[in-house]
């Protein structure tokens, strides 16, 4: 809906149909009318007749009746004539000109609250164009990256090794085959062993696993593979910060949701835009991404794949095969669904997206 159609709603909504809106400004329009005019006319009235009857008195000697002052034996009356009316005239025009500052006070106050009114939709409208300007703007980049994404990938894809593995499969075989070579040995002692001492030591033989794992993808995606995969994750780091960094639309009649619930909104329209992203990766490129981010160089990456969800669709089934215990070097966010996801999550993201920025903004100022 395009803002026109939402300040016209929202004008309808308050002042009714435009019939209605055009009746009320025409009855408004001939009560303030009429109430001036018959002010103003009351006003002329009186001073007229005042004026009229002291030019008659003086030019012609016109008394009025009941009164009968003569206007040549009488005239050291005349003070007392014109103090008599000065007494009751003064009061009726002071009244008149209260009641005629009262009646401008009440319109400049009402055209007040109509200018602010009308300044407020004005707000709403532009807040709204502008939302809609930076949105339009942030699409742009986002899609122009995603068209960069892919052209890295494809780049990638296209190397070739001497069995017809393609890019990205190359560099996952590397890494599982460095994990298994460091694993064979050490399972083969433990088979040798009683059933009650391999017991006491698997929890051991898991977090030596992790760091096996950690070192394989080290020497496979930092070492050998490294300017062949360092454009690729820069790219994709830099899309993340850019979803991370979009600012969500809320107007005026949605400031007072609660926190929390603002939150998830937000959170909720930036994920719909990591969705997109994670629909262009394959499966061995969810399988690389899930080995860089435990690397010593992936850790601003990984916070971004925990928090959106990146890794919802990994097999992992097929990368571990028994070794589920792994998967614990990533919160249980990066597996889960939307709906999963708590509302104290959120918070805890939004926390840390804070720091990261203030953290941002230091380093630049040094």
């Known amino acids: 809906m395009s803002a026109d159609k939402i300040s016209r709603a929202y004008k309808k909504a308050k002042y009714g149909s435009y019939s209605q809106r055009l009746m009320r400004w025409i009855y408004q329009s001939v009560t303030e009318s009429v109430f001036g005019t018959v002010l103003m006319l009351a006003s002329i009235i009186l001073i007229a007749c005042v004026g009229s009857f002291i030019l008659m008195k003086v030019s012609f000697g ?70 809609v300007f930076e949105r339009q703007n942030f699409e742009s980049v986002f899609f122009r990256l995603i068209d960069v994404h892919s052209q890295i990938a494809e780049r990638i894809r296209s190397r070739v090794d001497k069995y017809g593995a393609t890019g990205f499969a190359i560099v996952v075989a590397d890494v599982m085959d460095r994990f298994s070579s460091a694993c064979s040995s050490h399972e083969f002692d433990e088979l040798l062993k009683p059933e009650p001492q391999y017991k006491q030591v698997k929890s051991h033989l898991e977090s030596l696993e992790v760091e096996w794992f950690k070192e394989a993808a080290e020497h496979g995606i930092v070492g050998e593979n490294r300017v062949l995969l360092s454009q ?25 949701r609660s926190r929390r619930r603002r939150s998830r909104v937000e959170y909720f329209q930036r994920r719909q835009y990591c969705n997109i992203l994670r629909a262009q990766l394959s499966d061995d490129e969810l399988k690389l991404l899930f080995f860089n981010c435990v690397t010593s160089s992936g850790d601003g990456l990984k916070r971004y794949v925990e928090q959106y969800s990146l890794l919802k669709h990994l097999r992992t089934t097929e990368i571990f095969k028994g070794r589920e215990h792994l998967l614990s070097m990533y919160d249980e966010a990066a597996y889960a669904d939307y709906e999963k996801i708590s509302d104290e999550q959120i918070h805890n993201f939004d926390r840390a997206r804070s720091r990261s920025q203030f953290r941002n903004v230091f380093i630049t100022l040094e």
């Not at 690729?232 to 007072?256: A, H, M, P, T």
């Open 62 to 131: 016109v008394d009025l009746p009941f009164f009968g002052f003569n206007f040549v034996s009488q005239l050291s009356s005349l003070g007392q004539f014109g103090d008599f009316f000065g007494g009751v005239l003064n009061p009726m025009l002071s009244f008149m000109a209260l009641l005629g500052v009262l009646y401008t006070v009440r319109t400049q106050g009402r055209e007040l609250k109509e200018a602010r009114e009308e300044n407020r939709i004005a707000n709403r409208i532009q807040d709204k164009q502008t939302a």
């Open 232 to 256: 690729y994750y820069r790219n994709f780091y830099q899309i993340f910060k850019l979803i991370d960094g979009y600012k969500v639309y809320f107007d005026s009649e949605s400031s007072d």
